[in-house]
């Protein structure tokens, strides 16, 4: 028996575009073109966390998480791994936010993006992804 797509998917997957749309085109873009300047800069914000070492790749590796992980919630694919990833990227940007001055109401969008995230998380791509379509 075939199954059918609800409204619960039809929610999973608009939730996927938006975040996807965001962080492949406007945040994950940004940081593509930005080059290995930009990479620093963001890089070097995991010293809140302890880590000092080769800012440049923690910078490139938010980008690869920001733009590719936008890229698979967009397509459904890999949306768990993309999520923990892009969580943590945005926890460390929270880190910085919050050192640079950023009060509570001036974090509402990340803490959307957070919701959103742990949503995708727990339940997955939904059957409106690529993901079901392959696994079928």
């Not at 028996?1 to 998917?9: E, P, S, T, V």
Request: proline letters at 1%; a positive charge; hydrophobic letters at 55%.
């Amino acid at each position: 028996m075939a199954k059918q797509i609800q409204r619960f998917d039809w929610a999973l997957f608009f939730l996927r575009l938006g975040l996807g749309l965001v962080f492949t085109f406007i945040t994950g873009w940004a940081k593509v073109v930005g080059g290995t300047a930009m990479w620093e800069k963001l890089g070097s914000s995991m010293h809140y966390i302890g880590v000092t070492w080769k800012p440049q790749f923690w910078g490139c590796m938010a980008m690869l998480a920001e733009f590719g992980g936008g890229i698979c919630l967009l397509l459904g694919i890999l949306v768990r791994p993309a999520a923990v990833l892009l969580l943590f990227t945005m926890f460390i940007a929270t880190l910085a936010s919050v050192h640079n001055g950023k009060t509570f109401s001036g974090l509402g969008e990340i803490i959307v993006i957070f919701g959103g995230l742990l949503c995708l998380l727990l339940l997955g791509s939904g059957k409106l992804g690529l993901r079901y379509f392959i696994k079928r």
